[in-house]
C-alpha cells in the first residue's frame, strides 16, 4: 500500500509569497495532520483535519491556514512567508482507530530567501 | 518548562550493546506515547507506540512507560549501525488530537 505522500519535495520562496503545501493520506485513513520541524527541533503541531472538518490547531499564527477535501487529501497555505517559516512541512494522517498513530509523509522542504 | 524533554545527546553506543533512550513528558493527562526514528534528511518514521503502564517488546526494541513518573524510555538490543538515527519521543492526548514532540536524541553505533 502507498503511504502518505507529499508534494512537492522541495520548494524556494521569497519572503513575502505564498506557497501551497499538498498531502494524500494512507489508503483509508480520514485524519491529516500538519507539523513544521525546524532543524535541530522536533516537530511542532500546526492542524490537525477529520472528515473535512478541523480537529486541532498549533500556536501559529493565522498566515497558515488548511483545508482537507472530500477525497481525504489536504493542502496547508502559508501566506506572507517570513524568513523563519523556513523548515521541513510533515504531514501525517492517521485512521483515528483506538491506536491513533500518526504516519508521517516524506515532508516538503521550504526554504525562504 | 518543555512538555516533553529528551536528552538531545549525541549518544554513544557499540555495536551489540544496548542503547538506553529516555523521555518525560509534563503533562499528566497524557494518554499516548510514540517513538519516532528520523535519519538526517528523511521524516519520522514510526517505530514503537505504548498507551499502559508496563513493557512492550517488538523485535529488538522495547517501550517502557511509568505514568506515575511520567517517564518513557526505549531499548534497543543488538544495537546495529543502521539504527544510528535521531529518535523522537512524542505523547498525544486521548484521540491524538496532536503530538507534543521531544527535540530527539542523536543515536550513534560504533562498528
Known amino acids: 500500500d502507498a503511504g502518505v505522500t507529499q508534494s512537492p519535495t522541495h520548494l524556494i520562496k521569497t519572503r513575502g509569497q505564498q506557497v501551497t503545501l499538498r498531502c494524500s493520506p494512507i489508503s483509508g485513513h480520514k485524519s491529516v495532520s500538519w507539523y513544521q520541524q525546524v532543524l535541530g527541533q522536533g516537530p511542532q503541531f500546526i492542524f490537525q483535519?477529520?472528515?473535512?472538518?478541523?480537529?486541532g490547531r498549533g500556536n501559529f499564527p493565522d498566515r497558515f491556514s488548511a483545508r482537507q477535501f472530500p477525497n481525504y487529501s489536504s493542502e496547508l497555505n502559508v501566506n506572507a512567508l517570513l524568513l523563519g517559516d523556513s523548515a521541513l512541512y510533515l504531514c501525517a494522517s492517521s485512521p483515528l482507530t483506538d491506536t491513533d498513530t500518526q504516519y508521517f509523509g516524506p515532508g516538503t522542504r521550504l526554504t525562504v530567501l | 518548562q518543555k512538555e516533553v524533554e529528551q536528552n538531545s545527546g549525541p549518544l554513544s553506543v557499540p555495536e551489540g550493546a544496548i542503547a538506553s533512550l529516555n523521555c518525560t513528558y509534563s503533562d499528566r493527562g497524557s494518554q499516548s506515547f510514540f517513538w519516532y526514528r528520523q535519519y538526517s534528511g528523511k521524516s519520522p518514521e514510526l517505530i514503537m507506540f505504548?498507551?499502559?503502564?508496563g513493557d512492550k517488546e517488538d523485535g529488538r526494541f522495547t517501550a517502557q512507560l511509568n505514568k506515575a513518573s511520567q517517564y518513557v524510555s526505549l531499548l534497543i538490543r543488538d544495537s546495529q549501525p543502521s539504527d544510528s538515527a535521531t529518535y523522537l519521543c512524542a505523547v498525544g492526548g486521548f484521540g491524538n488530537e496532536k503530538l507534543t514532540f521531544g527535540t530527539g536524541t542523536r543515536l550513534t553505533i560504533i562498528p
Open positions: 483535519y477529520y472528515e473535512k472538518e478541523e480537529r
Open positions: 505504548i498507551y499502559s503502564n
